[in-house]
């Protein structure tokens, strides 16, 4: 097993998330809907139909105790559910009201009479009671819609979770790879040290001129001694196992990882300034592809 591929502890949740219910009532179906994106901070977007709107502070408290953080949009609306599904309300007396006073204009003005009187009186004002705002919501009836909030912020929730997983796995090989990486530098690194000396040499003994032996070691040592990328490995290493331990931290590490990435980043540079040697360029760029992925998807960790 790779330094790297230590035992697992998902803790990372990740900032996108789906979740949708639908709470069935006997007049009408309420749709609840939420999602979420990356964001900085809680970043909450609400659209609520009107009979519920009174409701809506109460349920953007809710989200953002639930959510914490990121760019949510959350969507409550209703259907009214078919004729044939339910009970109609109507209201009688101002039907009645409304044959008697237009019997009478039938009968003052000569006006034929409709041939379907049921039809043009289900067609007059304040027949039938469809209106939401005329409705006045019960407790019970709040109740059972809150509890369809709460069942899709659960769904979001899990699909974070889930999402969260998977961000797991591919920093973790992702982190296993730059490791890799970074141990195939080594058979390069002794490499190249022998090869600038000796293409250092070959130049010199081109010259027309002597030169001083032992100053021309004492300043190759030291030229040598700056391309030396033990430090960057070692840090480099760190950073690896600090990248993984704090995957397996406590939630909301999304923040910090973003931090390790940079300071990784910063290693991975030096160690291409410093590499002078093709194969270990060549390295460096993959190393440099992998940590890009790392940067692009730590944007999602919340």
Known sequence: MH???QK???MILSMTGYGKTIVELPDKKVNVEIKSLNSKAMDLSTRVASLYREKEMEIRNYIAQQAERGKVDFALWIEKKDAADVMVPINQSTMA????????IVEETGIPAPQDWFATLLRMPDVMSTKDEAVEVTEEEWNAVFEGVKEAVRHLLDFRQQEGEALDKKFRANISRIGDLL???EPYEKERVSKIKERILDALSKLPVD????????????????????E???RLSNHLAYFISTMEGK???GKKLGFIAQEMGREINTLGSKSNQAEMQRIVVQMKDELEQ???????VM
């Open 183 to 185: 141990a195939s530098v």
């Open 3 to 5: 330094q790297f591929e």
């Open 251 to 253: 939630y909301g590490q």
């Open 211 to 230: 030169y001083d032996k032992n100053r021309m070691e004492q300043e190759l040592i030291y030229y040598i001694e700056k391309l030396d990328i033990n």
């Open 97 to 104: 009201a409304y044959y008697k006073r237009l019997s009478e």
């Open 8 to 10: 697992k502890c998902v």
């Open 232 to 234: 960057e490995k070692q």
């Open 294 to 300: 790392i940067k692009e998807q730590v944007l999602n």
